[in-house]
């Protein structure tokens, strides 16, 4: 299966929803090799991509590539494998395996990705380092792309502070990009690891790292962002989160600074400001579930309820069914964007309906 499942990931433009394409013909896993270019067809494949294939099974490249991960001592893990995180499997363009250097890191709830944008202000590498560092004080792993900026200042953060951490690749395991983290990237695979998908000798092209960071996403509960630009690499991951449902939290950033566009755009649309440390890492309040119209609801807040537009009594039900909640969870649920929720959420804040629970979440209140 292994070298049939590589051949198919050589392409780098197919994710597991293609093998489960070609299990659906309940043949062997050989059969997606010993039938060739005469199956590939039955599967859509397209013709670059199968010529590519043809080019590669014909020359010997699946040895070569095996033999070429022993000698760097790098293990493929597929997502059939047992040690495959389970977490990766429930995101959308799930990848087919992941090639894997150093001991895989345990993928928990405390996992956190830290991203932003290469060229960061040194407040930006201050503010990452200490999110790295309070992260493996508190016993989180830092997940990041191993880039310039604000990746690398948390991959330090936590690994000068004794944390485990692990960098996703936007290239094959064996290309130190940038050049200058050779070092970092050795200290990462200690006690962490270096992850991608890409197979072994891939450069650092463009369209590589975007597609990636749904791997990031995929491996965590939260998402950092600490300084991004309206177009960057690290706004793609943040929206990702959102629609992946994990947490989004963002560093406030100065209001005259590029750098921070992105970033405090999503504080607008509802992410979660990241104001203090405790607040992110303490322990997650449960709150119990309430009736929205009890019969003990004072006279003044049932005539508040009455002159609810529509929209507006949708989020308080759901508030008050669900108890805490985020504004993304909110739009989600409601089939509104974040923006609309933060808005209704805002002006039912002023009338004293809701309130903020903890870091982003809201409640009815009491």
Known sequence: MLRSILLLNRCAHYDVRMWEHFEEMRLPPEAFIDEGVSLWEKLKITEYNIAAMAKALSSGWIDRELDACERLGVRIVTFHDADFPPALLKIRAAPMLLYVKGPMPQICVKTIAVVGTRRCSSYAIKTAKEIGARAAAQGWNVISGGAKGV???????????GGVTAAVLGTGIDTVYPPEHRELFERIQEKGALLTEYCIGSKGERWRFPRRNRIIVGLVSRVVLVEAPYKSGAMITANLAAEEGREVWVVPGRIDDERCGGSNRLIFDGAT??????????????????????????????????????????????????????????????????????????????????????????????
């Open 273 to 366: 400001p990241l104001i203090d440390f405790d607040s992110f890492f303490g322990t997650e309040q449960r709150y119990a579930e309430r009736t929205l119209f009890d019969d003990d609801t004072p006279g003044q807040d049932r005539k508040n309820l009455q002159s609810l537009s529509g929209d507006e009594k949708k989020i308080l039900s759901l508030l008050s069914i669900h108890g805490g909640n985020t504004i993304d969870n909110l739009a989600g649920e409601a089939k509104m964007s974040a923006a609309e929720v933060f808005k209704i959420i805002s002006v039912m804040s002023l009338r004293g309906l809701v309130a903020m629970i903890g870091p982003g979440r809201y409640s009815v209140c009491d």
């Open 151 to 161: 990746d690398g200042a948390s991959h330090c953060g936590s690994l000068d502070a």
